[in-house]
């Protein structure tokens, strides 16, 4: 490799190996070098004298975020999957998970021993949480520095590369979770090269990213070439970009219709879908708009909504920013439109919000689930929906987030209702830091509302705390524990719905119009604190999925024009035929599935 780094502003810039530097080349605002460095070389920059910093685009950081950075030639990995043919996100199922509490060793390779427990539950991606070095060992992965690297505790670029490879062998697709939108407070060192950020726009990490002001072509390069990297040299399917929306980017192209023409140029190239995901907060289908109609291109989008709405229903809290969700006309409406805040108010914003999903648009555009490492890891306590509710509204969440005209996603150990927490740890070296996440931590959840939830004051979990970490590794003994069948018994229904979802063409289509939710026999009493206790029928096509939520058994009417058959079914169902469809009998908290 020879060296090569963008400094517009430097006098001087040397290539650091070992103890030597050697001076570097201007070459307009890049400075270049005619050494080559081989595969496996530690080298860092020295900027105007400076203390020798990591490489921008450091492919590998095995001395952490702080260290030299290290020549990976990507080449040097031997591929075996040739044959494979690519997935698309849209309207497959993705997989959620966090490399290091998704096993016991917390790395890249132990996760390979656990893929082939994922194509029996009949995922089609695996969506790995954000493999950036960040400082210390432990992490959710969201304070990264080296946009181009992967964290070296995971296994690092050689460990990413054989994980990517061992998925395409079982036929699963590999989304990566990516942050383009900041970076984390310890080891970046951006600033000492070039005008990586600006003072024009804020974010809530401080100056956002420079993608319009002087410099910034250069910046969106760096924003551009680290995304390609990964479907071009790693051969993931698929990136998930984080928070977009605090991409600013006020120029005539934004940043990411940019990005979206490049993927799908690369797509072309090498003969296989590329997906691109965003989590917005905008409610704002400028996000899968078509970038030749002024839209930014997505593949897909995150749509929190479908998940408020979900959640609110069936555990009756109304805490924060679910204060405007939890009846089944708001279900209703983020099952058939998408965006619950469409252009209405937001309470919790205090403002309007979000604009309407035009007519007609796939609902395979949007992403959703009941459980995601955001809404159950910043709960206070991070518990998941499986500590407060019982195995059969776990099985109605499963079902209204699986057969829904969405692209369904789960959170790590959801299949089996794991009642492990997920909850925020850190492993900042630096006590300053260390101190001021724990208050940040304290302060964020100052106004949400969750001493009502939990009754009262609660002590946090300490970030820091190695204990916080280690409560959060799955404990896959959860399902061959005989005290406890439900683990087993859920994660079947997992996988009958998967199954289910796959061959009864309505519930694979994304067809909005074809979707529609009916409901009754909810109790009189007040429904704004509780979970609602009633009945519900989604329409899928000619498909009926009926949901009973109540405590007691209950026949629901079902309307269709056709005969209809059990497909599946969390507790056993009778079915009488009326002259308008049939009345199905249900057990207490039960889902029965028709088609």
Same mark, same amino acid.
Not at 100 to 119: P, Q
Not at 363 to 368: C, E, L, M, N, Q
Not at 506 to 514: F, I, K, P, R, V
Not at 545 to 563: I, R
């Given at each position: 490799?020879?060296?090569?780094?963008?400094? $517009?502003?430097?006098?001087?810039?040397?290539?650091?190996?070992?103890?030597?530097?050697?001076?570097?080349?201007?070459?307009?605002?890049?400075?270049?070098?005619?050494?080559?460095?081989?595969?496996?070389?530690?080298?860092? #920059?020295?900027?105007?004298?400076? $203390?020798?910093?990591?490489?921008?685009?450091?492919?590998?950081?095995?001395?952490?975020?702080?260290?030299?950075?290290?020549?990976?030639?990507?080449?040097?990995?031997? @591929?075996?999957?040739?044959?494979?043919?690519?997935?698309?996100?849209?309207?497959?199922?993705?997989?959620?998970?966090?490399?290091?509490?998704?096993?016991?060793?917390?790395?890249?390779?132990?996760?390979?021993?656990?893929?082939?427990?994922?194509?029996?539950?009949?995922?089609?991606?695996?969506?790995?949480?954000?493999?950036?070095?960040?400082?210390?060992?432990?992490? =959710?992965?969201?304070?990264?520095?080296?946009?181009?690297?992967?964290?070296?505790?995971?296994?690092?670029?050689?460990?990413?590369?054989?994980?990517?490879?061992?998925?395409?062998?079982?036929?699963?697709?590999?989304?990566?979770?990516?942050?383009?939108?900041?970076?984390?407070?310890? +080891?970046?060192?951006?600033?000492?090269?070039?005008?990586?950020?600006?003072?024009?726009?804020?974010? &809530?990490?401080?100056?956002?990213?420079?993608?319009?002001?002087?410099?910034?072509?250069?910046?969106?390069? @760096?924003?551009?070439?680290?995304?390609?990297?990964?479907?071009?040299? #790693?051969?993931? *399917?698929?990136?998930?970009?984080?928070?977009?929306?605090?991409?600013?980017?006020?120029?005539?192209?934004?940043?990411?219709?940019?990005?979206?023409?490049?993927?799908?140029?690369?797509?072309?190239?090498?003969?296989?879908?590329?997906?691109?995901?965003?989590?917005?907060?905008?409610?704002?289908?400028?996000?899968?708009?078509?970038?030749? *109609?002024?839209? =930014?291109?997505?593949?897909?989008?995150?749509?929190?909504?479908?998940?408020?709405?979900?959640?609110?229903?069936?555990?009756?809290?109304?805490? +924060?920013?679910?204060?405007?969700?939890?009846?089944?006309?708001?279900?209703?409406?983020?099952?058939?439109?998408?965006?619950?805040?469409?252009?209405?108010?937001?309470?919790?914003?205090?403002?309007?919000?979000?604009?309407?999903?035009?007519?007609?648009?796939?609902?395979?555009?949007?992403?959703?689930?009941?459980?995601?490492?955001?809404?159950?890891?910043?709960?206070?306590?991070?518990?998941?929906?499986?500590?407060?509710?019982? &195995?059969?509204?776990?099985?109605?969440?499963?079902?209204?987030?699986?057969?829904?005209?969405?692209?369904?996603?789960?959170?790590?150990?959801?299949? =089996?209702?794991?009642?492990?927490?997920?909850?925020?740890?850190?492993?900042?070296?630096?006590?300053?830091?260390?101190?001021?996440?724990?208050?940040?931590?304290?302060?964020? #959840?100052?106004?949400?509302?969750?001493?009502?939830?939990?009754?009262?004051?609660?002590?946090?979990?300490? &970030?820091?705390?190695?204990?916080?970490?280690?409560?959060?590794?799955?404990?896959?003994?959860?399902?061959?524990?005989?005290?406890? $069948?439900?683990?087993?018994?859920?994660?079947? @229904?997992?996988?009958?719905?998967?199954?289910?979802?796959?061959?009864?063409?309505?519930?694979?289509?994304?067809?909005?119009?074809?979707?529609?939710?009916?409901?009754?026999?909810?109790?009189?009493?007040?429904?704004?604190?509780?979970?609602?206790?009633? =009945?519900?029928?989604?329409?899928?096509?000619?498909?009926?999925?009926?949901?009973?939520?109540?405590?007691?058994?209950?026949?629901?009417?079902?309307?269709?024009?056709?005969?209809?058959?059990?497909?599946?079914? @969390?507790?056993?169902?009778?079915?009488?035929?009326?002259?308008?469809?049939?009345?199905?009998?249900?057990? &207490?908290?039960?889902?029965?599935?028709?088609?």
């Amino acid at each position: 490799m020879l060296p090569r780094v963008w400094a $517009p502003t430097a006098a001087r810039v040397d290539v650091v190996v070992g103890d030597e530097h050697r001076p570097l080349t201007a070459d307009g605002e890049w400075w270049v070098g005619e050494i080559d460095l081989p595969h496996g070389t530690d080298y860092a #920059f020295s900027v105007d004298d400076g $203390p020798p910093r990591p490489d921008p685009r450091s492919a590998w950081q095995p001395h952490g975020v702080h260290g030299a950075s290290r020549v990976y030639d990507p080449t040097t990995f031997a @591929w075996s999957d040739d044959g494979w043919s690519g997935v698309d996100v849209s309207g497959h199922v993705t997989y959620e998970l966090h490399v290091g509490t998704f096993s016991d060793e917390g790395t890249l390779a132990s996760a390979i021993e656990h893929l082939d427990e994922l194509v029996s539950l009949g995922v089609d991606l695996v969506e790995l949480m954000p493999v950036a070095p960040f400082s210390g060992v432990r992490g =959710w992965g969201y304070d990264g520095v080296a946009t181009f690297a992967v964290h070296e505790p995971y296994g690092g670029p050689a460990g990413l590369q054989s994980f990517v490879d061992a998925a395409h062998a079982r036929g699963l697709g590999v989304c990566l979770d990516v942050v383009h939108n900041h970076l984390g407070p310890s +080891g970046n060192y951006l600033g000492v090269f070039g005008p990586y950020f600006t003072d024009a726009h804020q974010t &809530p990490w401080g100056a956002a990213i420079n993608l319009d002001g002087p410099g910034s072509d250069e910046v969106r390069r @760096w924003v551009c070439d680290s995304a390609l990297r990964w479907f071009r040299d #790693f051969h993931v *399917d698929a990136l998930r970009l984080d928070a977009v929306h605090a991409l600013i980017d006020l120029s005539e192209r934004h940043v990411l219709s940019q990005l979206s023409d490049e993927v799908a140029a690369l797509a072309e190239e090498l003969g296989r879908p590329l997906s691109l995901v965003a989590e917005s907060d905008l409610n704002d289908p400028i996000t899968v708009t078509p970038t030749a *109609d002024g839209g =930014w291109g997505m593949t897909a989008q995150w749509d929190d909504d479908v998940h408020h709405a979900i959640h609110t229903l069936v555990t009756g809290e109304r805490h +924060g920013y679910y204060g405007d969700f939890g009846s089944p006309e708001v279900l209703h409406k983020a099952l058939t439109r998408v965006f619950v805040h469409d252009g209405g108010m937001s309470t919790f914003r205090g403002r309007h919000w979000g604009r309407p999903v035009p007519p007609g648009t796939d609902g395979h555009r949007f992403v959703v689930a009941t459980s995601t490492h955001d809404q159950v890891g910043n709960r206070a306590l991070g518990d998941r929906p499986s500590a407060r509710l019982d &195995p059969g509204r776990l099985a109605a969440e499963a079902a209204l987030v699986l057969l829904a005209p969405f692209s369904p996603m789960l959170f790590m150990g959801e299949e =089996w209702g794991a009642r492990t927490p997920w909850q925020f740890f850190t492993d900042h070296p630096e006590p300053d830091l260390a101190a001021a996440v724990r208050v940040g931590r304290r302060r964020e #959840f100052g106004g949400h509302g969750w001493d009502v939830l939990y009754g009262g004051d609660i002590e946090l979990p300490d &970030p820091q705390d190695p204990a916080t970490f280690r409560a959060s590794v799955l404990d896959r003994t959860e399902l061959d524990d005989p005290a406890h $069948p439900e683990h087993a018994r859920l994660r079947d @229904w997992y996988r009958s719905l998967i199954a289910v979802r796959r061959t009864v063409p309505d519930l694979t289509s994304g067809d909005l119009s074809a979707t529609d939710l009916v409901w009754g026999g909810a109790s009189e009493r007040d429904q704004s604190d509780v979970p609602w206790d009633g =009945w519900m029928v989604l329409h899928r096509g000619s498909a009926r999925v009926v949901v009973n939520l109540s405590g007691e058994e209950v026949a629901v009417p079902v309307h269709t024009d056709g005969s209809l058959d059990v497909v599946a079914a @969390w507790d056993p169902a009778s079915i009488e035929a009326t002259p308008d469809g049939a009345l199905v009998t249900t057990p &207490p908290r039960s889902v029965v599935v028709l088609a």
